[in-house]
């Protein structure tokens, strides 16, 4: 089985390219419930970062952490991380439903927060906070890691803006994992705790949704979940599927589920395929199946050719690099704060309007 055979475990490494000198941006990492923590952590430590903090209430996954972070400090209370002036940035993987709290608390210290998605789970913490960065200035970033992780997601970005496609008319994607039912947290299986799957799993789809096709609003125009193959877990979904339509007329289909079976060698077969006027791309993410030869290719054709391009390695994952830039300099060339919510909003507004099929 392949390193990362469940999803909660990914966590990309590149290059280290640092954008800050040794020391100039500090960051804790607070609420390790997701194991995406990690991977929000390197991409930060590669862009120049230094992690000074861990807070968990659990001591065993602070411990399991700083093995992953040497020199690290266990903070005896999460007080003790937001009270100090040194920290600029929370970065924190909590339980989906309490990840809107912990930012709030974050903000009100004077600290940018990055959550893993999905970011919140009800309208109701869209507002709070919405109403706190405001208050305060402070960000609220999200870990869209299927886009943001992925260099083959990032460079399908860059031939979208050089026009290599003409204009995005439709993003549909497939984001598929591996259940792994055993090794999963008793909260994953709450739906009030984890959000449903269009709010979760959802969120990286209609994110990338917004961003391929230069979205500001979309309504959903149907979406459902179901139950098909879990009996034993009343609350999970393991299958949905929604369509949206955008301001500017460019539509989205995505299907997320949880049934990667134990064969594939890689804990989901996720692609994306974007259609445009002079051309389309598609994506095969995390694998090339039955070929071994990894992630992140690209297959473009337009009105002057029919490519292949295998990148890893090659983009890198600059987020993270103008994540910290944007906290210092108060800009937003990562992700504005718009879209962080905009696709926070739509994910959950498919959760609540999905029909229960199964």
Known sequence: MAKFSEGMNYAPKGKPNPVVAKGEFKFAAVALDHGHINGMCNGLIEAGAEIKYVYDRDPAKMDAFAKSFPGVIKARCEDEVLADPEVKLIAGAAVPNVRCALGLRAMSAGKDYFTDKTPLT??????????????????????????????????????????????????????????????RPGWFFVKEQYGGILCDIGSHQIEQFLFYAGVEDARVVSSQVGNFNNPEYPELEDFGDATLVADNGATNYFRVD???????????????????????????????????????????????????????GQVGHPFFGQLILDCINRTENAMTQAHAFKAAELCVRAQMQAIKIK
């Open 258 to 312: 949880w049934f990667t079976p134990d064969g594939l060698s890689n804990w989901g077969d996720g692609r994306t395929f974007i259609l445009g006027t002079e051309g389309f791309i598609e994506q095969r993410k995390i694998m090339n199946i039955g070929a071994g030869d990894g992630g992140d290719h690209i297959y473009l054709a337009n009105q002057r050719e029919e490519t292949h391009y295998k990148v890893t």
């Open 122 to 183: 009800s309208l109701d913490q869209l507002a709070a906070a919405k109403a706190k960065t405001a208050e305060t200035g402070r960000k609220y970033m999200v870990y869209y890691s299927e886009r943001l992780h992925s260099e083959g997601a990032i460079y399908a970005g860059q031939l979208i803006k050089e026009g290599a496609i003409g204009k995005v008319v439709q993003v549909l994607g497939l984001g598929p994992h591996r259940l792994g039912a055993p090794a």
